[in-house]
């Protein structure tokens, strides 16, 4: 078990240190718990100082009544619990595209796309000479403009559930380097040996001819006008939006149907969007996003744009064993005068 401290020191300056590594034989809560306090005491530091705690989604930790989180709430009940951020995020992404067949339907296709492209040495330089050739076409119209740390090597990675941030990154290095992935599909088509690969690669190929595909690579917000371009630049049929669609999959004289704005707009965005709403209230805790909303108040971004002296003062509530009431009453016109400043 790690352990990193985060704290801020005489000079007012925030710092992270890591403590130490402990061996861990038992991860039961109260060993856990039995190794933190060990820990703490041979550096000189206490429980009951911590204003704050946060650890990885592990059900031993982070309880809520028997994780390492309660038994901690109950030593020191201003050690507030804050997410693993990162790693929350990445929980509700996941838990979204299984929720939703047809995002879950993209990432699949992804997934068989990036190791067919990337099965072999061979296919690896094929595909990163034609991605070359197409950054340099482009550089040479006009489309794109040079700059230091641009178009570096990249490489296509498939999804991964533990792997924060690796479904963006699929879907945003895809976008930007379809072009050379269909160039190695169409190499497999024509020279590969075996039939099951060939047969694969036609497939993908006619997976991503699909409106529907490309739709979900895109935001609502842009309305279609950028799928539409993408579709038309790469000579992809564009449904027309009110025309009738049958829902693959099911019997024609059982299926819904509902045209093509409904299935994309309703069955896929909103769908995923309202998703994505219940999988973040359900891994953020009400508490923690409340100190967090609270926090951001402080941030000098934008000549303090987003100063708010109740959020601040609502924070300040949270610990009362650092802000008694004289200090709450006096705290208001210090932050009237810090926002002067």
Known sequence: ???????????????????????????????????????????G?????????????????????????????????????????????QLAIVSVTHRNCMLGDLFNVLAIIVNL??????????????Y???????????????????????SLECPGDTRWGSYLLTITRFINMVNAII?????????????????SAVRQMNAMQEFEF?????????????VIEF??????????????????GRPRHVAQQVTYFHRFYVDLYCHAIDSILQELNDHFLETTTELFTCISC?????????????KLLHLAQFYPLDFNSEELLLLRPQLDKFFCL
């Not at 130490?20 to 933190?36: A, R």
């Not at 492209?117 to 034609?130: E, G, P």
């Not at 070359?132 to 990249?154: C, D, H, P, W, Y």
């Open 298 to 310: 402080l941030s000098p971004r934008d000549s303090f744009a987003a100063f708010d002296k109740n």
């Open 183 to 199: 160039d190695v599909l169409e190499n497999i088509l024509e020279d590969g040996v075996h039939l099951d690969q060939k047969s």
């Open 45 to 89: 530091l206490s429980i009951s100082s911590l204003r704050g705690q946060g650890y990885d989604g592990a059900s031993n930790m982070l309880g809520e009544f028997n994780g390492l989180k309660a038994l901690i709430l109950r030593e020191n009940p201003h050690a507030m619990y804050v997410n693993c951020f990162a790693h929350q995020f």
């Open 1 to 43: 078990m790690a352990i990193i401290s985060r704290f801020v020191d005489k000079s007012r300056q925030v710092k992270e240190h890591f403590l130490g590594m402990s061996y861990i034989t038992n991860t039961c809560v109260q060993s856990l718990k039995d190794d933190i306090d060990a820990m703490f005491s041979t550096r």
């Open 132 to 154: 070359q050739a197409n950054i340099l076409e482009k550089l040479n119209i006009g489309e794109l403009t040079s700059g230091r740390g641009q178009f570096q090597e990249m």
């Open 231 to 248: 579709c038309v630049d790469r000579h992809i049929l564009v449904p027309n939006m009110e025309d009738i669609v049958v829902v693959k």
């Open 117 to 130: 492209v990337c099965a072999s040495c061979k296919r690896v330089d094929a595909f990163r000479t034609s």
């Open 214 to 226: 490309n739709l979900r690579e895109n935001g609502w917000d842009t309305l279609l006008s950028r």
